[in-house]
């Protein structure tokens, strides 16, 4: 399924600076749960998120109208992130369901108390959601030039990570030097932030 580019602007004008809530969520491959009684809200939020995370180009993740039943739930649960849309209130007491639960009604976004603690804000978030909403304010660009913004920070943030990554002995693909990371000695929240994403893009030292 192909996403839906012409609401990401929607989305920043709706949320501003907790867009990167979202962005954070996508890039360390989140559980996002999404809520509003009508389907079509539903479906053309959740379509636009994975732009977020444009590099990735993972539709698989998208989950867009889902059921409370055991079914749909069990299938869901063996996915490790996703996005989820429902049209169920109920689904914002199954905690059980999500990290971050957008109520597109209400205009929130909550994280959940377990995924405090990896999704926890600093510096380079607060420049992230700078940049995501300049760029979405400028009437000069399109919606696909914003995401096109987004990627080239994104692919910022992995050009900070690859000083700390190093080819391991078996099968050569790249893991996290960990002390090295620590030696740079970034604010704790970027710290946190280049772990958890090393540890969602599979690069932690098993």
Same mark, same amino acid.
């Given at each position: 399924?192909?996403?839906?580019?012409?609401?990401?602007?929607?989305?920043?004008?709706?949320?501003?600076?907790?867009?990167?809530?979202?962005?954070?969520?996508?890039?360390?491959?989140?559980?996002?749960?999404?809520?509003?009684?009508?389907?079509?809200?539903?479906?053309?939020?959740?379509?636009?998120?994975?732009? %977020?995370?444009?590099?990735? *180009?993972?539709?698989?993740?998208?989950?867009?109208?889902?059921?409370? @039943?055991?079914?749909? %739930?069990?299938?869901?649960?063996?996915?490790?992130?996703?996005?989820?849309?429902?049209?169920?209130?109920?689904?914002?007491?199954?905690?059980? %369901?999500?990290?971050?639960?957008?109520?597109?009604?209400?205009?929130?976004?909550?994280? &959940?108390?377990?995924?405090?603690?990896?999704?926890?804000? /600093?510096?380079?978030?607060?420049?992230? /959601?700078?940049?995501?909403? *300049?760029?979405?304010?400028?009437?000069?660009?399109?919606?696909?030039?914003?995401?096109?913004?987004?990627?080239?920070?994104?692919?910022?943030?992995?050009? @900070?990570?690859?000083?700390?990554?190093?080819?391991? /002995?078996?099968? /050569?693909?790249?893991?996290? @030097?960990?002390?090295?990371?620590?030696?740079?000695?970034?604010?704790? &929240?970027?710290? @946190?932030? %280049?772990?958890?994403?090393?540890?969602?893009?599979?690069?932690?030292?098993?």
């Amino acid at each position: 399924m192909l996403p839906s580019l012409g609401y990401c602007v929607d989305i920043v004008s709706q949320f501003g600076m907790e867009t990167v809530i979202l962005h954070t969520a996508l890039m360390l491959k989140k559980r996002i749960v999404v809520y509003h009684p009508k389907i079509e809200a539903v479906q053309e939020f959740t379509r636009t998120l994975p732009a %977020l995370v444009w590099h990735r *180009q993972d539709w698989t993740i998208l989950h867009s109208y889902v059921h409370l @039943n055991a079914d749909e %739930l069990e299938a869901l649960q063996m996915c490790t992130g996703y996005i989820a849309g429902f049209v169920d209130l109920e689904v914002s007491n199954r905690p059980d %369901l999500y990290d971050v639960f957008v109520n597109l009604a209400d205009s929130e976004i909550t994280i &959940a108390p377990l995924a405090k603690e990896s999704m926890a804000m /600093g510096k380079l978030h607060k420049e992230i /959601g700078q940049l995501i909403v *300049q760029s979405a304010e400028d009437p000069e660009k399109s919606d696909s030039q914003v995401i096109q913004d987004i990627a080239l920070k994104t692919k910022e943030i992995f050009t @900070n990570l690859a000083p700390f990554s190093e080819v391991s /002995g078996d099968g /050569g693909k790249l893991v996290l @030097n960990l002390e090295a990371l620590k030696q740079k000695r970034f604010p704790p &929240a970027t710290e @946190n932030f %280049l772990y958890h994403l090393a540890a969602a893009e599979q690069m932690l030292k098993l």
